[in-house]
């Protein structure tokens, strides 16, 4: 996975800047917890992996979205940036909500999907304006991170995320260099079945501030190629990404 404006911009849209979530992208190094990165081996029993090209290709676009507003963007890669956890378990948990990948990659591609901004009719009324502007300003924004993976790295890195959302109920600390992020608990969400397996968590994030926000999370696996949707919310509730969003990229992935 991989951060970028659109990610960022998804972020902004839910009006909070939270440390960790305007990351870089390391398309390479090591996972966790039996996500180490696919050698010789693993390749020969898989496939290659797929471009980051080849995923642009199976990437959402406005076409498939159309009350969305969906933009992409190249993934900056920052080789040198690294992301760790007090607790090694959970790891990959914090992988995946830094926009880091889960093992080794041989593509990226992001996109984000914002819910249109609801319009009120010329004639309507104050209170309908109002109404309309609050819907608007609660809209949900949904980053989208396709990563693939030689060999069984995509299944691999799916089992990881898997094993870390049991191990990790009770919290642990996101670590980015000198900054660091408490995860109060981990919650795992029911998912609709999806791609080859599917699976969803939420994480409760201390703010600091005597706030929480709640961070969203659906990972789909397809043959090497492994899906995230993210949502953040500081608004109290934990809105799951928008079933339709999940649908259309996973039917992209065939």
């Known amino acids: ?12 849209a839910c009006a909070v800047s939270v440390c960790l979530l305007a990351a870089g ?33 199976l990437l959402i676009t406005q076409a498939d979205l159309p009350d969305y507003k969906v933009e992409t963007d190249s993934p900056k890669d920052d080789p040198a940036r690294k992301v760790s956890s007090d607790k090694q378990a959970c790891e990959p948990l914090v992988r995946a909500q830094s926009g880091v990948p889960i093992g080794k990659v041989t593509g990226t591609a992001v996109a984000s999907a914002l819910g249109k901004a609801k319009q009120a009719a010329p004639d309507a009324s104050e209170d309908e304006k109002l109404d309309a502007l609050r819907e608007s300003a609660g809209r949900t924004g949904t980053s989208v991170f396709l990563d693939s993976y030689p060999g069984k790295g995509a299944e691999e890195a799916f089992a990881a995320v898997k094993k870390a959302v049991a191990a990790c109920a009770d919290g642990y600390t996101a670590l980015d260099g000198t900054k660091a992020m408490t995860v109060e608990k981990v919650l795992s969400v029911d998912q609709d079945p999806a791609g080859d397996e599917a699976l969803a ?14 961070l969203q999370f659906v990972f789909v696996r397809k043959g ?8 953040l919310s500081v608004l109290g509730d934990a809105p799951q990404p928008p079933k339709a969003v999940v649908e259309a990229q996973s039917r992209k992935l065939g």
């Open 1 to 12: 996975m991989g951060t970028t404006p659109v990610r960022r911009g998804v972020l902004a």
């Open 201 to 214: 968590y939420r994480a409760v994030v201390d703010l600091k501030s005597g706030q929480k926000a709640n």
């Open 224 to 231: 090497e190629v492994l899906a995230a949707f993210e949502v």
């Open 25 to 57: 992208c390391d398309s390479g190094g090591e996972g966790a917890d039996g996500a180490k990165g696919a050698g010789t081996d693993a390749v020969a029993a898989g496939g290659a992996g797929k471009s980051a090209a080849e995923l642009g290709r």
